[in-house]
């Protein structure tokens, strides 16, 4: 498959400087013009003065983009009809010339096809409640049980049965490593009332984690789960009250498929006035930072 690298992104490869994959779902899907675009340049930024190469994937015309030029980065955050793209749209989106906003699936998939071995985000999807009945479940789980990609996130988002993501994520033999803190973090929220499965302190510990991984050959993806910062983050209990008015509402509207998570963010956002889209810029930084810490460290 062709990629289409940025300048700086070449660069980086050429050079083997340390890259931290983005993805392009949070810009379209996630935000309106123009707070996704100073968003998205923002955390882009702050991995460059971190000392490693932001690369933001996204399917720009059917061209498959490991990184965006200033322009091209302006373009998608305005392009109101961009398909979001997983694992099973990328041909499909590729192959009819189609601009598409990776997830966290297809930002993976990317990431690992140019070389790049991690990649912050700010929440992964997982299993949806009520999934008994409607089986949904998100595609990332399959991809990190597969694809040997370092994937930072502040857990999965707190609209999902947490509990069943992680027994799923269990089961796919993916390991889950949670920074300073023994309880799995919960998106807007520093702790949810389960265990992570195992702990480490700083980036350090992951990317030694990852190279004795790479050891043993066809490992798939790591989930890091990086917690809010306490200034930034809303109580659990808060949380859980918007949550459920937002499913509630979304069973009214017979919301399904992929329009559940963008619709329940929407309605979470008018809920808490904003906040909650404060603490997702805030979470979504606070990955990238580490993960530009891991980065460095695994080149090393």
């Known amino acids: 498959m062709q990629l289409h690298f940025s300048n700086e992104v070449k660069q980086a490869i050429d050079n083997k400087a340390p890259i931290v994959a983005l993805e392009s779902t949070i810009i379209t899907h996630g935000m309106p013009?123009?707070?996704?675009?100073?968003?998205?340049?923002?955390?882009?930024?702050?991995?460059?003065?971190?000392?490693?190469?932001?690369?933001?994937?996204?399917?720009?015309q059917g061209n498959l983009?490991?990184?965006?030029?200033?322009?091209?980065?302006?373009?998608?955050?305005?392009?109101?009809?961009?398909?979001?793209?997983?694992?099973?749209d990328m041909a499909f989106a590729i192959s009819q010339k189609k601009t598409g906003a990776t997830t966290v699936a297809a930002t993976m998939m990317a990431a690992h096809e140019a070389g790049i071995q991690v990649f912050a985000t700010g929440g992964i999807g997982g299993v949806h409640r009520g999934a008994s009945d409607s089986f949904d479940i998100s595609a990332d789980l399959q991809e990190l049980g597969r694809t040997p990609v370092?994937?930072?996130?502040?857990g999965a988002k707190a609209i999902l049965d947490i509990a069943k993501t992680l027994e799923v994520l269990e089961t796919l033999g993916v390991p889950i490593v949670t920074i300073g803190q023994d309880s799995f973090p919960a998106f807007w929220s520093q702790k949810s009332e389960y265990k992570s499965p195992l702990r480490v302190e700083n980036a350090l510990d992951v990317a030694s984690f990852e190279k004795?991984?790479?050891?043993?050959?066809?490992?798939?993806?790591?989930?890091?789960?990086?917690?809010?910062?306490?200034?930034?983050?809303?109580?659990?209990?808060e949380m859980n009250t918007y949550i459920e008015q937002a499913l509630t509402?979304?069973?009214?509207?017979?919301?399904?498929?992929?329009?559940?998570?963008?619709?329940?963010?929407?309605?979470?956002?008018?809920l808490t006035n904003g906040k909650s889209l404060e603490t997702n810029i805030a979470l979504v930084r606070n990955n990238a930072k580490i993960a530009t810490e891991i980065a460095i460290e695994l080149v090393k």
């Open 33 to 60: 013009w123009p707070g996704n675009f100073e968003m998205a340049t923002g955390v882009e930024q702050l991995i460059r003065d971190g000392g490693a190469t932001p690369a933001t994937i996204a399917v720009i």
């Open 65 to 88: 983009h490991i990184g965006l030029e200033q322009k091209t980065l302006e373009e998608l955050a305005q392009t109101k009809d961009a398909m979001k793209v997983s694992r099973a």
């Open 150 to 154: 370092v994937v930072v996130a502040a």
């Open 212 to 237: 004795t991984r790479q050891k043993f050959g066809n490992h798939g993806g790591m989930l890091v789960g990086n917690p809010v910062p306490t200034a930034n983050e809303i109580s659990a209990s």
């Open 249 to 270: 509402e979304a069973s009214k509207q017979n919301i399904s498929g992929k329009d559940v998570t963008p619709f329940l963010l929407g309605k979470i956002f008018e």
